[in-house]
């Protein structure tokens, strides 16, 4: 129910005393006075083992509509940021064993990035790299903004034939506003490549071989309210003039929205799924690249609680691609040390570690394309001092770079031809052993009849099927290589 405007923070207000009991202890009367009508943010101090029991709190709190920012099982702290009436519910229910803190509130640092930044260090990195660079306004915001997408390669002609035989990845940072680390580490995935290529070292010949597009800043509007209005702001700015109530642009993808309860059909949660499925520029800006792009793997980052998460993010779902997802989750995440030297993240899908999601980016990523989709959660704070960057953006870049070698042992490249025009054609792809039963779209050749998948190890059958219905079988075995293949359809 957080809003910015004067208006519906009486109406809260109104709410808050009809609710607010006369037998209150003089604790909550305290909290009630310090409130002074807004929401605000709380520890949740609880007595937890591992990051799956933490898990059944965090799903325990979001269903009672409570906004989980995020949380650390290492420190035993849940935050929420909630009003009285969260307060009263969280005292009067059945959360076993828990004690609660207001949370000081805290100033951002303001050497973080803002959307003006965000579009001069992009426009910055263009002029000084144009023959490894594309820069290019992907959207613009409900007041007006930019959204801006960089192509990192060097290939970066988009209507060439070397960029399109090129697998791509777009790295996404800030789809929630508060979460001011993750366009840190987004930028600096665009900075450190152009640094390596310029130098010619090792990481310059992934970018041969990958085209990397990065979103630094999704939530243009939302980071102008963090730095403007409330640093706890998540949601985009939607509003009607007289009030900003916003959506939660990261449960607003088209893809199995409004799916299982993963989200909020009330405008006041701060998990509010939008009128409709993709109703949000902001959401269209991200959909639009890749709709473009055709993504082969896809890396978006989020704060806080240090998890590497996977699809999908309905109670008990994984995707057919499970195997492969898992495992290089694991991978990633024991390469991943906490911020505070105490073990590393912890991988698992949202309804393990967290709770129900519908309308995620990450799962639009690879229902729609296919692509090999983690969301990581950064930190152990939303807001952190600026001086934890350097740490957090060199963790992720070993990361990254990892996860794209990684790939790389099982990417499968085919180029179709129609061998009745030789022209590349488009194509469908059936691959044995993967079921598309959570509504996932078929893999489809880029433009320019290219079409890249990653393969976990075994034995595949590849369908691949021109528009005229033709098609050819192709057997292939998927170990430790890459594979490329052009296939003739007579
Ligand atoms: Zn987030």
Redesign the pocket.
């Known amino acids: 129910m957080q809003s910015i405007n004067g208006k519906s923070l009486t109406a809260l207000l109104l709410v808050t005393a009809l609710t607010f009991s006369t037998s209150a202890t003089s604790s909550l009367q305290n909290l009630k006075t310090n409130m002074e009508g807004k929401h605000v943010r709380y520890t949740v101090k609880v007595d937890v083992k591992n990051v799956f029991e933490m898990g059944r709190y965090a799903k325990w709190l979001q269903k009672n509509g409570y906004d989980v920012a995020g949380y650390s099982w290492r420190k035993g702290e849940v935050e929420v940021i909630t009003d009285m009436a969260g307060i009263e519910k969280l005292n009067e229910n059945h959360l076993q064993g828990f004690t609660l803190e207001e949370a000081g509130d805290l100033a951002v640092d303001s050497r973080y990035l803002n959307p003006a930044k965000v579009e001069q260090k992009l426009k910055d990195l263009n002029a000084k790299y144009p023959q490894f660079t594309k820069l290019e306004q992907i959207g613009t915001s409900l007041q007006g903004r930019g959204i801006w997408a960089l192509l990192v390669s060097t290939t970066p002609l988009t209507d060439s034939a070397e960029y399109a035989a090129k697998p791509s990845i777009i790295f996404d940072g800030m789809?929630?506003a508060r979460?001011v680390m993750?366009s840190e580490v987004v930028m600096d995935v665009a900075e450190f490549a152009l640094d390596n290529l310029d130098k010619n070292t090792g990481d310059a010949e992934l970018l041969k071989r990958w085209n990397v597009w990065v979103v630094p800043m999704l939530n243009v509007d939302g980071n102008n309210l963090v730095w403007t209005q409330s640093s706890y702001w998540?949601k985009n700015a939607r509003g009607d003039g007289s009030s900003t109530w916003g959506v939660d642009i990261?449960r607003n993808y088209p893809f199995n929205w409004n799916k299982c309860n993963g989200a909020s059909n009330s405008k006041f949660s701060d998990a509010y799924r939008g009128p409709s499925a993709a109703s949000e520029p902001e959401t269209n800006a991200l959909m639009s690249l890749a709709f473009k792009v055709r993504p082969t793997a896809s890396l978006s980052y989020?704060?806080y609680s240090e998890l590497v998460l996977y699809p999908y993010g309905c109670n008990g779902v994984t995707t057919g691609d499970n195997a492969l997802v898992s495992s290089v989750a694991n991978e990633l995440a024991a390469m991943l040390p906490a911020d505070n030297g105490n073990g590393h993240y912890d991988p698992g899908t949202p309804w393990q570690l967290l709770y129900d999601v519908d309308g995620d980016s990450m799962s639009f990523m690879h229902g729609e394309f296919g692509a090999i989709a983690y969301t990581f959660?950064v930190n152990q704070s939303f807001q952190p001092s600026y001086d934890l960057k350097a740490p957090t953006v060199q963790k992720h870049r070993k990361a990254w770079s990892f996860f794209l070698h990684r790939l790389e042992k099982g990417l499968v490249t085919l180029r179709v031809v129609d061998g009745r025009t030789n022209e590349p054609a488009n194509a469908q792809i059936g691959i044995s052993n993967i079921q598309l039963v959570q509504g996932e779209k078929p893999f489809k050749t880029n433009g320019a009849g290219y079409y890249f998948k990653v393969l976990n190890p075994g034995d595949y059958a590849l369908t691949i099927q021109l528009q005229d219905g033709r098609s050819q079988v192709l057997m292939i075995k998927v170990d430790a290589s890459a594979q490329s293949h052009t296939i003739v359809i007579n």
């Open positions: 789809h929630h979460e993750t998540r990261n989020h704060s959660e």
